[in-house]
């Protein structure tokens, strides 16, 4: 019988004792009875199953279970264990961002996620950005020490995890990672070299199934290892998961999808068509430009709201501790309620009769107080600054404008969107009405909005679950249209015209000024 219907499953077949009567060798045995379970023409061995499997068929009665893996037509066998051990089958489901490696754990039998956990991804330690680890990489022995601090700190972390939840580490049997291409790279010890080089062209887009040993996975070295194919430089595998993640290549209307890390990455499409780009967007709205920016984790302020009646600014953190920094929900926030009440005008910019003492002059900054160092979890005042601001208009401004220039290459208007998904970190604390009132995402109906959080680690998820996950992601790759946003004139005029708040066309924000009309402007 089959335990799943996954393409990593668990077949139970129901295997007779050899006898001088039949007489078939013990792997033939179990090949045909697997090949008439899983209705296919060819299960494959690998050397180092064929020297073992004998000897635990007899160990065990040739009551057996035996774990396999899709394989094209065919399928792979990945080990036997007994019949009666009821230790599961598990996966390990990766997402590795350029900051962050987030690990889950999950019970292929049962389709369900037992526990995951995040770390810094150690390569931060050779450069903070990707620019800088490519040309690390270039170095001697550079790329292999990219590589060794990526998949000894992952291994570290599976294990940790693995433990905590009882999972045998040969039981967990499969793999999928999601990242970006460059990440892709430098996990599997590819040269990233031509990413950033004219006319930035990977080493591979598209890749075969690997297995754990492959690639130095602390795992069951026959597991297979989905690793999520790119569509090029700058259109990497957690895009393609993000999709999986969120069913855009499976809906009848029309969908975006926005997932803001390093870039901001835009696909649009349904269940016919798919069309992707990639804009320099994300640094500011990720918290990373401003003075006090975080990525988001405990005493970080995620939202900003403001008091009824009174306009003063109400101040959230993750955890509920003292603030200690802001993250891109925190500041897209903190902007919008600073221009709602009068703080901050349409050029974004301060104005000091609104501010009052909270504005302060440090070396001809014009800098905000947000948090009073008495009320800090740092001990020191956390304040936004003018060229904080300047930075997020311009990030906003290039969302806004990425947004408008793909979905008007293919004649849609804003009202022809079904919905539109918000993904990443980024997207899990998000308000879509401060990023309304910005300017930075269209006027649309709240509703229309929809949060996803992580699809990468989601998307990777599902390609270790779906039994039909391995095709689908194919389709989904070889639907892709992707557009290069060169910098012309058309470009930098919708730019331009973006570059205030909510826009200089404030006819296209109608909700804007009803929501300035209801706030009370605070006391200076």
């Known amino acids: 019988m089959n335990a799943s219907s996954g393409w990593i499953r668990t077949v139970s077949p129901d295997l007779e004792k050899p006898s001088l009567q039949d007489n078939t060798a013990d792997v033939d045995r179990l090949v045909k009875v697997l090949r008439r379970e899983l209705e296919c023409l060819e299960v494959r061995v690998d050397l180092p199953l064929l020297k073992i499997v004998p000897a635990r068929l007899r160990e065990w009665e040739y009551r057996v279970s035996a774990v396999v893996a899709k394989e094209g037509p065919g399928w792979r066998l990945v080990d036997?264990?007994?019949?009666?051990?009821?230790?599961?089958?598990?996966?390990?489901?990766?997402?590795?961002?350029?900051?962050?490696?987030?690990?889950?754990?999950?019970?292929?039998?049962?389709?369900?996620?037992?526990?995951?956990?995040?770390?810094?991804?150690?390569?931060?330690?050779?450069?903070?950005?990707?620019?800088?680890?490519?040309?690390?990489?270039?170095?001697?022995?550079?790329?292999?020490?990219?590589?060794?601090?990526?998949?000894?700190?992952?291994?570290?972390?599976?294990?940790?995890?693995?433990?905590?939840?009882?999972?045998?580490?040969?039981?967990?049997?499969?793999?999928?990672?999601?990242?970006?291409?460059?990440?892709?790279?430098?996990?599997?010890?590819?040269?990233?070299?031509?990413?950033?080089?004219?006319?930035?062209?990977?080493?591979?887009?598209?890749?075969?199934?690997?297995?754990?040993?492959?690639?130095?996975?602390?795992?069951?070295?026959?597991a297979p290892v989905l690793v999520f194919p790119n569509v090029g430089s700058y259109f990497g595998g957690d895009l393609i998961a993000g999709i999986l993640a969120s069913g855009l290549d499976r809906r009848e209307g029309v969908s975006i999808l926005v997932d803001v890390g390093t870039n901001a990455e835009v696909v649009l499409g349904n269940q016919d068509w798919l069309m992707a780009c990639a804009g320099a967007a994300g640094p500011a709205l990720e918290g990373g430009v401003a003075r006090m920016g975080m990525m988001a984790g405990p005493g970080v302020i995620d939202h900003v709201g403001l008091?009824?009646?009174?306009?003063?600014?109400?101040?959230?953190?993750?955890?509920?501790?003292?603030?200690?920094?802001?993250?891109?929900?925190?500041?897209?926030?903190?902007?919008?309620?600073?221009?709602?009440?009068?703080?901050?005008?349409?050029?974004?910019?301060?104005?000091?009769?609104?501010?009052?003492?909270?504005?302060?002059?440090?070396?001809?900054?014009?800098?905000?107080?947000?948090?009073?160092?008495?009320?800090?979890?740092?001990?020191?005042?956390?304040?936004?600054?003018?060229?904080?601001?300047?930075?997020?208009?311009?990030?906003?401004?290039?969302?806004?404008?990425?947004?408008?220039?793909?979905?008007?290459?293919?004649?849609?208007?804003?009202?022809?969107?079904?919905?539109?998904?918000?993904?990443?970190?980024?997207?899990?604390?998000?308000?879509?009405?401060?990023?309304?009132?910005?300017?930075?995402?269209?006027?649309?109906?709240?509703?229309?909005?929809?949060?996803?959080?992580?699809?990468?680690?989601?998307?990777?998820?599902?390609g270790l679950l779906d039994g039909e996950a391995l095709p689908r992601i194919e389709d989904i790759r070889d639907r892709i249209t992707y557009i290069e946003l060169n910098v012309n004139q058309e470009f930098m005029n919708l730019f331009s015209a973006a570059k205030f708040i909510p826009h200089t066309d404030r006819a296209l924000f109608p909700s804007v000024a009803d929501w300035e009309a209801a706030v009370p402007a605070p006391a200076p």
């Open 80 to 222: 036997v264990f007994p019949r009666e051990d009821d230790s599961g089958v598990w996966g390990v489901a990766v997402d590795i961002g350029t900051s962050t490696v987030v690990v889950r754990i999950v019970d292929l039998e049962n389709r369900t996620s037992v526990g995951e956990s995040g770390f810094v991804n150690p390569q931060t330690a050779y450069g903070e950005d990707i620019l800088t680890r490519i040309h690390f990489a270039s170095n001697e022995d550079g790329l292999d020490t990219l590589r060794k601090v990526l998949v000894e700190r992952l291994n570290k972390e599976i294990a940790r995890l693995a433990q905590a939840h009882a999972v045998p580490l040969k039981r967990l049997v499969g793999a999928s990672l999601a990242g970006n291409t460059t990440m892709t790279h430098l996990f599997l010890g590819l040269n990233p070299f031509w990413i950033c080089r004219e006319p930035y062209i990977p080493a591979v887009n598209r890749l075969d199934l690997l297995t754990a040993s492959q690639v130095g996975l602390g795992i069951h070295e026959a």
């Open 307 to 462: 008091e009824a009646g009174t306009g003063e600014l109400e101040i959230h953190t993750i955890g509920e501790g003292p603030p200690v920094g802001i993250c891109g929900s925190g500041l897209i926030d903190l902007v919008s309620r600073l221009f709602l009440t009068g703080r901050i005008d349409m050029r974004g910019k301060f104005i000091p009769e609104a501010c009052g003492e909270r504005l302060v002059d440090e070396d001809g900054i014009p800098t905000f107080t947000v948090v009073p160092e008495d009320a800090s979890g740092t001990g020191e005042a956390l304040t936004l600054s003018q060229p904080d601001v300047d930075a997020l208009m311009r990030s906003k401004a290039a969302m806004y404008t990425i947004l408008t220039t793909i979905t008007g290459m293919v004649g849609l208007s804003w009202q022809d969107l079904d919905r539109f998904f918000v993904a990443g970190t980024f997207g899990s604390y998000i308000d879509p009405q401060s990023a309304v009132t910005l300017g930075m995402i269209p006027d649309l109906p709240l509703d229309t909005y929809e949060s996803l959080g992580n699809t990468s680690l989601e998307g990777a998820t599902e």
